[in-house]
């Protein structure tokens, strides 16, 4: 299992932050609520949404006075 954050939406591709590279998936891969700064867990073509770590991610950037997720 893999485990990333998800960059940008560009076109049909979504850019998904992993360690110190990105992965690049099919949009429609992902779940229908997905946004810019959520973090996903990927196992093959499936992706799914952890929202507990992304409520956590975006409070500790929102806490560290970030502008960027």
Not at 26 to 45: F, M, R, S, T, W
Not at 51 to 59: H, L, N, P, Q
């Amino acid at each position: 299992m893999i485990r990333g954050v998800i960059e940008l939406f560009e076109c049909d591709i979504a850019t998904i932050k992993v360690d110190d590279h990105t992965i690049e998936y099919p949009k429609h891969l992902l779940p229908i609520d997905a946004q810019v700064g959520d973090i996903v867990l990927i196992e093959g073509n499936k992706i799914t949404l952890d929202k507990e770590a992304t409520d956590a991610y975006k409070r500790e950037a929102d806490e560290a006075g970030r502008t960027e997720v």
